[in-house]
């Protein structure tokens, strides 16, 4: 009996979708393997050539088709042994649904055989009880194995009978492969090691795979590290990017705060000096995508090579695995040497220069200065990042020169003495600050040092009549933020999947997302009026049953049972359908948001402003408005959420905010910052730590806030595959759920800022 470990591992080969082809997508026909481990129906490869070659359709690598066809590709024999055993469990006249002898035809019996109950793993035959009985009797087959065929067919046997089944040899009909011969790498027969191969050094399949494997898993240890390679260069990649957002972001902060601060007239060259930060921001974006497009492309080339060799080596036989050996050895030694080159940075990092000349008709008052983008171990900014100033503010010395009279600069409470422009200028010359600058040239994480750049040269191009700036130290954060010291939470991407199953007229519309269990889902379809469930990975687990008529908005989870609104009603049902009671709320909304408390025996639905309350027998137990009720009318919770700390945290549309409070009702904190982008607040989630997801539609981002509520940065952007988010959950405490507005769902694994 083979364990149960390695049972289970057939069983996940023959329910994927291991076995169907990538381009007609049924089940492979004479599968045939290219040099990069795809496999394919040789059919359908037939209709790829063209000109003599042929491209791959999933890893799009360009492959030479061989003289004699496609026909002469290697025949994956690892996969026409799953195929055979699945061939095989199904069985029997397909038709009726019931298998049939295969003996009794040859004895006189009826032409169809009758019906069988059993299953010779030897002969590979199907048997009735009769037939059977008689096989077990005879000299030629008394050593065969006969098992049950209900067992057989529930893959109890799976691994038995591919040990029994050997592979055939395709010259010599029956005789199955025995030997590897070393000199031409060829699997024989009894009849091929006796004639061609007579002289030639053979070994046993088991021997000659004990031999290579080690080879083998050598090459897939190299592949590794370079799978480890790119994931770090692509993270390295979206660590500068995230950087530059982050000084993007403050830079055109400065912009408006000086703007502010200026005449009117400063507002034309505001608009112009922000249009040019859009347009480096995007281009330097643009360039970093497809810079990750190729890192995940490569990444994905070389896992799933991986992952066929390691399937290979850990289910197929001795025979599959030699008869793979040399294109997997091929395959592994070239992506174990398929380096990747950094590309340039995702672009230079833009700075805020501001002249004292203000006021001066014709100057270019504001401009944008650019260095080069420098992560460093720790922060991942550099070292004028870390300490900002504000540029709009004259320091040290500078401060000095410009309270001395006749120097043409005031302080910056005082207007620019009104001095012609010529005087003006000379002045300025004499008394410019002399800062170096410094080669901000991007240099590897494992850098030790920045050696400073000469102090003649300059990666600015030089303007006419353009004066120093005042400033050159980087800009604060315009928020608080934890990112630089390793305490914000990072995403980790899990899986993506559609959600739209057989059976629904319309495209999905997820409106409410709650966990189901400890790895399930549950989201509200609004569209289809469904519950619809399915597990993290993906995999659809069903429907929960609702009441005739309803169209589910909001969704929560207490203990066995299903609150969820629709309408202006609030419903509790069991997870077989059964509804427990459902209330009317007073004060209808377009929608209401319903969240679960700690501990799974209250559910919290926003109404018109109110929180109200219901236990698990739909009792009223509390209804408040957050902050009190002077604040009643002033406030519209349109998504809601609960905390660890049982607080209740809600999108207050009303004021344009996030308000956390207690179950008082007492606001604990309201944030309305610039980490809003003037978005109105979305979908709100809490993980175990208290750390709260907000979703911002409008921008494709989700942003995290610390359990405090203060602003934290960005936790899933765009570039995380973000189109339109509708709403979040929470599952497992550790789990973020995504869905969008196209109805895909994105899983993504929190990874905690300790980790």
Not at 493 to 506: A, E, I, L, Q, V
Not at 596 to 608: F, I, M, Q, R, T
Not at 624 to 629: A, C, I, Q, S, Y
Not at 667 to 675: D, R
């Amino acid at each position: 009996m083979v364990s149960q470990g390695s049972s289970t591992s057939l069983l996940e080969a023959l329910s994927s979708d291991f076995l169907a082809c990538k381009i007609c997508l049924e089940q492979l026909q004479v599968p045939k393997t290219l040099p990069c481990l795809h496999t394919y129906c040789q059919a359908c490869l037939a209709q790829l050539a063209e000109d003599g070659h042929l491209r791959c359709p999933e890893c799009r690598e360009v492959v030479p088709v061989p003289a004699g066809g496609v026909a002469v590709f290697k025949t994956n024999f690892f996969v026409n042994g799953l195929l055979d055993l699945v061939m095989a469990r199904a069985g029997g006249d397909l038709r009726a649904g019931k298998p049939a002898c295969a003996l009794c035809p040859l004895m006189g019996g009826t032409s169809t055989g009758g019906p069988a109950t059993a299953r010779c793993l030897d002969c590979a035959d199907n048997l009735c009880q009769a037939c059977a009985d008689g096989h077990r009797c005879t000299r030629q087959t008394h050593a065969h194995r006969v098992v049950d065929l209900v067992g057989y067919r529930a893959g109890w046997y799976d691994e038995e009978a591919r040990e029994r089944q050997a592979a055939q040899c395709p010259q010599h009909p029956g005789e199955a492969l025995r030997f590897l011969c070393q000199p031409c790498s060829q699997l024989l027969c009894r009849e091929c090691r006796l004639d061609p191969h007579l002289d030639h050094p053979c070994l046993p399949l088991a021997e000659a795979v004990q031999a290579r494997r080690p080879d083998l898993e050598e090459l897939l240890q190299g592949v590794d590290k370079s799978l480890g390679e790119l994931e770090a260069a692509r993270t390295t990649e979206k660590e500068m990017l995230a950087q530059l957002r982050e000084q993007a972001a403050g830079v055109g902060l400065q912009v408006e705060e000086a703007a502010e601060r200026v005449l009117r007239a400063l507002l034309s060259q505001k608009q112009e000096v922000l249009g040019q930060l859009r347009a480096h921001v995007e281009a330097a974006e643009e360039a970093a995508r497809r810079r990750m497009v190729e890192l995940e492309g490569r990444e994905q080339v070389a896992r799933t090579a991986a992952t066929f060799a390691r399937r290979v080596l850990s289910l197929g036989r001795e025979a599959e695995i030699l008869s793979l050996e040399g294109a997997m050895t091929q395959r592994l030694q070239q992506l174990q040497d398929w380096p990747w080159t950094p590309g340039p940075s995702p672009g230079l990092l833009p700075r805020l220069e501001l002249h004292p000349q203000l006021l001066e008709e014709g100057y270019p008052l504001l401009q944008l200065a650019f260095d080069q983008q420098q992560p460093q171990k720790g922060n991942g900014r550099d070292g004028a990042g870390a300490q900002g100033h504000d540029p709009t503010l004259i320091q040290g010395k500078d401060r000095a020169k410009a309270e001395k009279p006749g120097s043409g600069i005031q302080p910056q409470s005082q207007e620019v003495a009104k001095s012609p422009k010529a005087e003006r200028a000379q002045v300025l010359r004499e008394e410019r600050p002399q800062t170096p600058t410094v080669d901000r040239t991007w240099v590897p994480r494992e850098a030790k040092e920045v050696k400073p750049q000469k102090s003649g040269s300059t990666n600015r191009r030089p303007m006419k009549g353009r004066l120093e700036p005042v400033s050159r130290e980087h800009s604060p954060a315009p928020w608080p933020t934890l990112e630089g010291r390793g305490l914000l939470p990072k995403p980790v991407f899990s899986c993506s999947f559609p959600t739209r199953m057989p059976g629904d007229k319309w495209s999905p519309r997820i409106t409410g997302l709650c966990p189901f269990g400890t790895r399930e889902i549950l989201l509200a379809d609004e569209q289809n009026k469904v519950l619809k469930r399915f597990s993290l990975n993906g995999d659809y687990m069903g429907r929960v049953h609702i009441p005739e008529g309803c169209s589910p908005c909001s969704v929560a989870m207490l203990r066995d049972a299903v609150a969820f609104s629709s309408g202006a009603r609030l419903y509790l049902i069991r997870s077989n359908g059964e509804v427990q009671w459902r209330r009317t709320l007073k004060h209808s909304q377009a929608s209401h948001a319903v969240a679960a408390l700690p501990g799974g025996n209250k559910v919290a639905v926003s109404v018109s402003g109110y929180v109200e309350v219901y236990s698990m027998e739909g009792n009223l137990a509390t209804r408040f408005v957050p902050g009190g009720k002077a604040n009643k009318g002033l406030r519209a919770l349109v998504f809601l959420a609960t905390s660890p700390q049982g607080n209740f945290v809600g999108s207050d549309w009303q004021q344009n905010s996030l308000v956390v409070c207690d179950g008082l009702g007492q606001v604990v904190s309201e944030y309305s910052g610039p980490g809003l982008q003037g978005c109105q607040p979305g979908s709100v989630s809490v993980d175990k730590k208290g750390f709260i997801f907000l979703t911002l539609r409008e921008v494709n981002k989700v942003v995290v806030l610390d359990p405090k509520g203060s602003f934290l940065g960005d936790f899933l952007t765009a570039y995380h595959g973000l189109e339109k988010p509708r709403v979040t959950t929470i599952v497992d405490g550790q789990h973020l759920v995504v869905s969008l507005s196209n109805g895909t769902i994105h899983v993504f694994r929190i990874r905690s800022p300790e980790s």
